[in-house]
Nanobody, 125 residues
Framework: QVQLVESGGASVQPGGSLRLSCVVSGSKLEDYNIGWFRQAPGTEREGIGCTSNGGVPSWASNSIFMKDRFTVSRDNSRNTVYLQMINLTPDDTGVYYC????????????????WGQGTQVIVSE
C-alpha cells in the first residue's frame, strides 16, 4: 500500500522560505503523479502544483498569489517530492498536503487517490 508522509512545515516570519518534503513509500515514485495542496481553516483544499510521472503534463497553479514563489520538484532516487516556497506571507498559512494519482496531474483534489497527513505552515511576525 502506498503511503505519503509530508514534513518540513514550520513557523516562519513573512518573507521567509521553506522547503516541504513528501516521501512516498510502498511503491516507486516514478510510477505516480504527485500533487501539492494547501488548506487554510474554513477554506477548500487548494491546488499548488503537480509533478508528472511523464505520462501527462505537469501542472502549476497560475494564481498570482503562488506563481513565481512556489516550485514543485521530484527526486525519484529518493522517492521524494519537494515544494519550495519563497517570500512567504501570512496568507500562505495552512496545512500542506501531498497526494498521489496514476493518471491525473492537475488542480482537482478529488482526482487524487491517496493523501498524506499534512504538515503545518504558519507565517506570522
Amino acid at each position: 500500500q502506498v503511503q505519503l508522509v509530508e514534513s518540513g512545515g514550520a513557523s516562519v516570519q513573512p518573507g521567509g522560505s521553506l522547503r516541504l518534503s513528501c516521501v512516498v513509500s510502498g511503491s516507486k515514485l516514478e510510477d505516480y503523479n504527485i500533487g501539492w495542496f494547501r488548506q487554510a481553516p474554513g477554506t477548500e483544499r487548494e491546488g499548488i502544483g503537480c509533478t508528472s510521472n511523464g505520462g501527462v503534463p505537469s501542472w502549476a497553479s497560475n494564481s498570482i498569489f503562488m506563481k513565481d514563489r512556489f516550485t514543485v520538484s521530484r527526486d525519484n532516487s529518493r522517492n521524494t517530492v519537494y515544494l519550495q516556497m519563497i517570500n512567504l506571507t501570512p496568507d500562505d498559512t495552512g496545512v500542506y498536503y501531498c497526494a498521489i494519482s496514476r493518471l491525473y496531474c492537475g488542480r482537482l483534489h478529488r482526482m487524487y487517490d491517496t493523501w498524506g497527513q499534512g504538515t503545518q505552515v504558519i507565517v506570522s511576525e
